[in-house]
């Protein structure tokens, strides 16, 4: 019963990361972080869809989270690294939310919102969206560093890679966006800490 509800957990969360990415940000030019971001960055100097670039890092921390946290963490990541890419495909040639382009904070607020959440059910079904999730998970069990620090150092160095001089504000939207997917992952997160110790206390 446990495993069923992680895997809606991982199916929800991935659903809200792919609005927020694909019908958001990427609509609108708003800079983005995480693996979808990097994979923005190397579509500049890789002729492949954004899409296909970013099954690729996957792979790559995939084998990263099979070595250093196990297999049923790597086998969760497993569904996220292949329905992400092909839920971000899609949410992208779906354009009912262009209307917010006319106010791009609101967007990125908004945005930053849904991706938070999506991260947030996605670290809560103990498995992770494939993306620099694995590296705070490793780094929390590791160190005790917080997830959603780490989170939101890793999107901001992904950030500085697509800063454009013309377009700063967009940048400037970016860190709005990561600000509050990194409060929103903190949030549910330690939403679910309390009601782990609050179900400790009553039994």
């Known amino acids: 019963m446990k495993f069923i509800k992680d895997i809606l957990l991982l199916i929800i969360g991935n659903i809200l990361s792919a609005i927020a990415i694909g019908m958001i940000a990427l609509a609108q030019g708003i800079s983005v972080g995480g693996t979808s971001g990097l994979a923005k960055v190397l579509c500049t100097f890789i002729p492949l869809p954004l899409n296909v ?3 690729g890092i996957n792979i790559l921390l995939f084998l990263l989270a099979l070595i250093c946290i196990g297999k049923d963490f790597a086998l969760k990541t497993i569904v996220s690294s292949i329905i992400f890419p092909l839920l971000l495909g899609i949410a992208m040639n779906i354009h009912v939310l262009d209307v917010l382009s006319a106010d791009p904070l609101l967007s990125s607020i908004l945005g930053g919102i849904l991706l938070g ?3 947030g059910l996605i670290l809560r079904g103990n498995g992770s969206s494939g ?5 705070a998970v490793i780094a929390n ?3 005790s560093i917080k997830t959603s620090m780490v989170i939101a150092i890793c999107d901001t160095c992904v950030l500085l890679f697509q800063i454009n001089t013309k377009n700063i504000l967009y940048s400037v939207y970016g860190i709005v966006m990561i600000i509050v997917t990194s409060m929103m992952i903190n949030k549910i997160i330690t939403k679910e800490n309390n009601e782990v110790k609050m179900t400790m206390s009553l039994s």
Request: no cysteine.
């Open 53 to 55: 670039i970013l099954w």
């Open 117 to 119: 959440t999506g991260g």
């Open 131 to 135: 993306g620099f999730d694995i590296l």
């Open 141 to 143: 069990k590791y160190w």
